[in-house]
């Protein structure tokens, strides 16, 4: 048995050095809790933008809106960098793993990123591969060169942000990679989103648990106009973060109530058993009917520069 723990919290929006100490916090309450695992929320280093547009409609960009994106990546970080060392060492401290929601920055591109930590330091990342909507103006895309796979001591651990999980060759991929312990950092806390969870952890017959920040106005920076809400006290994101089992069993959450820590202890037999009926890469797979092709590769920018005529 291994004992888990998904945080629901709010970030210090738009600031790292306050988000990283209330993420020490957390996780030194998740370990006191019995935890050797602890996921945090998608982009939760150091904040999920909802309700804000950054001056964007189509066809024009405000010089807020871009102090705004300023702002926005002057809080994101490196990988490799500071932040991610000071969780590493975190991570050591605690004798802990960490999953945790981060935006990454490489030159003037944002990435929404799982950042994986282990007691021996750092794992490595899973790019978002395809920002939802409005993040597109915000967020760079992802591939298939960060989607990994981590044998920890807890098991096979993976993770697939947010509506990443509406890609059902994306969750293929991570099946046939023999993800156990498959981890959501999230921003969806609409009441469907248990529906989701609880298929996928009844599809990959694994152990999913599902991290989203509950936030109200007043995390965010004054100043900037949020589209959905005008008092300090108006919650922005609601929360739903829970924890369900290989057969869809509901081990904890989902909770709405406010910030908290959802505890559940992971039996890895249970995914066999669960196999035991339904293995979707398999005995259920059908290989001579479907197939599927994973580029891991990265996609690198190509840079054409013509060449010079001589004087």
């Known amino acids: 048995m291994s004992r888990v723990a998904v945080v629901q919290a709010a970030p210090v929006v738009f600031d790292c050095g306050a988000t990283l100490a209330k993420v020490r916090?957390?996780?030194?309450?998740?370990?006191?809790?019995?935890?050797?695992?602890?996921?945090?929320?998608?982009?939760f280093i150091s904040g999920y933008p909802r309700g804000m547009s950054f001056g964007t409609v189509v066809g024009s960009r405000t010089q807020e809106g871009r102090d705004q994106f300023r702002q926005y990546w002057?809080?994101?970080?490196?990988?490799?960098?500071?932040?991610?060392?000071?969780?590493?060492?975190?991570?050591?401290?605690?004798?802990?793993?960490i999953?945790?929601?981060?935006?990454?920055?490489?030159?003037?591109?944002?990435?929404?990123?799982?950042?994986?930590l282990s007691?021996?330091?750092?794992?490595?990342?899973?790019?978002?591969?395809?920002?939802?909507?409005?993040?597109?103006?915000?967020?760079?895309?992802?591939?298939?060169?960060?989607?990994?796979?981590?044998?920890?001591?807890?098991?096979r651990l993976g993770a697939v942000i947010c509506w990443e999980n509406y890609m059902p060759l994306l969750r293929m991929a991570m099946y046939s990679k023999g993800v156990q312990i498959y981890c959501i950092p999230t921003a969806?806390?609409?009441?469907?989103?248990?529906?989701?969870?609880?298929?996928?952890?009844?599809?990959?017959?694994?152990f999913v648990l599902s991290a989203n920040q509950f936030t109200r106005l007043s995390d965010f920076p004054s100043g900037i106009e949020n589209e959905l809400a005008s008092k300090p006290d108006d919650v922005i994101c609601l929360g739903g973060s829970c924890i369900v089992g290989p057969l869809g069993n509901v081990l904890a959450g989902p909770d709405f109530s406010g910030?908290?820590?959802?505890?559940?202890?992971?039996?890895?037999g249970d995914v066999v058993r669960g196999k035991y009926d339904f293995?979707?890469?398999?005995?259920?797979?059908?290989?001579?009917?479907?197939?599927?092709?994973?580029?891991?590769?990265?996609?690198?920018p190509v840079v054409s520069i013509p060449n010079q005529k001589k004087a």
């Open 25 to 43: 916090k957390l996780a030194a309450e998740a370990v006191a809790g019995g935890a050797r695992l602890v996921l945090f929320p998608e982009a």
């Open 74 to 97: 002057e809080s994101s970080i490196d990988i490799p960098g500071p932040a991610v060392d000071e969780l590493s060492a975190l991570a050591a401290q605690l004798g802990l793993h």
């Open 99 to 116: 999953v945790i929601g981060v935006i990454e920055r490489q030159g003037g591109t944002l990435y929404c990123t799982a950042l994986f």
């Open 119 to 155: 007691p021996e330091g750092y794992l490595g990342k899973h790019r978002k591969v395809m920002p939802t909507a409005a993040e597109r103006i915000i967020w760079g895309f992802g591939d298939a060169s960060t989607l990994p796979v981590f044998d920890t001591p807890l098991g």
């Open 188 to 206: 969806d806390g609409r009441e469907t989103w248990l529906s989701t969870v609880r298929h996928i952890a009844l599809e990959g017959r694994c």
């Open 259 to 268: 910030e908290t820590i959802l505890y559940a202890d992971l039996d890895l």
């Open 279 to 300: 293995d979707v890469t398999g005995h259920y797979a059908r290989p001579d009917l479907f197939h599927l092709e994973i580029n891991e590769a990265a996609q690198k």
